[in-house]
């Protein structure tokens, strides 16, 4: 049932064990992260309601990230890369156990839990993206990207709502405990199904200095990457958190914040179905500036009217447009490390060097993000900060049409 299931989303049998155990612990980690990361700001929030605290815990999360992905290129080229993913399964779970074990003196140590957060999202998403590439190949990664994309907004369907249900329901902070002690344990399995994954060892130098060349080398393909991660940085810096905090500082209650996750989660499901049925390698480019784009207009209704509804609009229509330009977008970015044997013998570096440039963009919003509440806290304010890097995934879509990747076995064709 199962099979028949992932076979209307497409041609899933080109999909080996080892991917749908990658897409299990994918949708494991959506699941716990759908469950707490929204409401990870807002607990922090309820502490102490204080802009600069949520920026300072995001920017220190950024800062440890990218350091964890130096760490855990040189553990996964040296070592192993299933032991560094089981390593950032592992990490979050002892963060959820920390802050459960903190409680409410959880705001006075922000850079700790920022830091011990980014290190857990470093090891686990370096290891990912290396193990995707690795696993997938130019025929089925837009499909594994779409089920993947799929299946995580499956699981943050019911996730989001039921906490903020179960929150609302309990007086002094204790539903906020209560999620995250499930989320330690859905990371706990996560890291069981990780034991399933095929040991991956790796050979050779880690050679992060020849990839750094190669990302200031005017007019390359990884030049062009570079730069189109760092924009998509920018736009990830402050969406992933300001959206759901407005909401809740405009509403005061986890349960509507928990609502407005659903339905985005939701939306996103059936956008990247109908994505990952629909696109085909030719029409990469054309999907990408058109989502892009689209991404870019959502904003307008909270630019013109700071208001509860237009946020909403903002949120739902970001998760109806994203996979129409991400899926394209990162099946582009790896099919360039999988361009010949010479850069795929790189793909950890490539991976590395990938996320740093995303951590850039990131970085660059939350310190934009800072000055900016560092001076006023108003939303008529804040929507500025939205509009300012609302348009940045324009320019990474038009970086990437740049990039025209032919396989060396084509070449001569």
Known sequence: MGGDFLQLLGRTDLLDRQAKLLLVISTLFAMSTALSNTF???????????????????????????AAFVL??????????????????????????????????????????????????????????????????????????????????????????FSGWLITRLNDLVGYRIIFAVSFAIFAIAVGVSLFLKRRDARGQYRLDRIFRLSARRGGHWFWVSLAMVAQGVREGVFVFLIGLLIFVMTDNELILGSFATVSSFVSLVAFFVVGRALKKRWRNTFMVVGAGLLGVVVLPFVFKAGTLQLFILGVGAALFYPMYYVPLTSKVFDVIGESQKTAKLRVEYVVTRELALNVGRVASIALFLIVVSRTTEVDHLKWILFAVGFAQVFAALFMRRVHVVPVEDRSA
């Open 40 to 66: 990870v700001n807002v607990y922090l929030w309820r502490i102490k309601s204080d802009y600069a605290v949520i920026g300072y815990f995001n920017l220190f999360h950024y800062l440890a990230m990218a």
């Open 72 to 161: 855990g290129g040189k553990l996964a080229k040296n070592v192993d890369r299933v032991v560094a993913i089981r390593l950032g399964v592992l990490i979050h779970a002892l963060f959820y156990l920390t802050v459960l074990w903190l409680g409410k003196s959880s705001a006075q140590y922000i850079a700790g839990l920022g830091i011990f957060l980014g290190i857990g999202a470093g090891f686990f998403w370096l290891a990912f993206n290396v193990l995707y590439f690795e696993i997938t190949n130019r025929d089925n990664r837009d499909i594994f990207n779409g089920v993947d994309g799929l299946l995580t907004s499956g699981a943050g369907i019911v996730a989001p709502v």
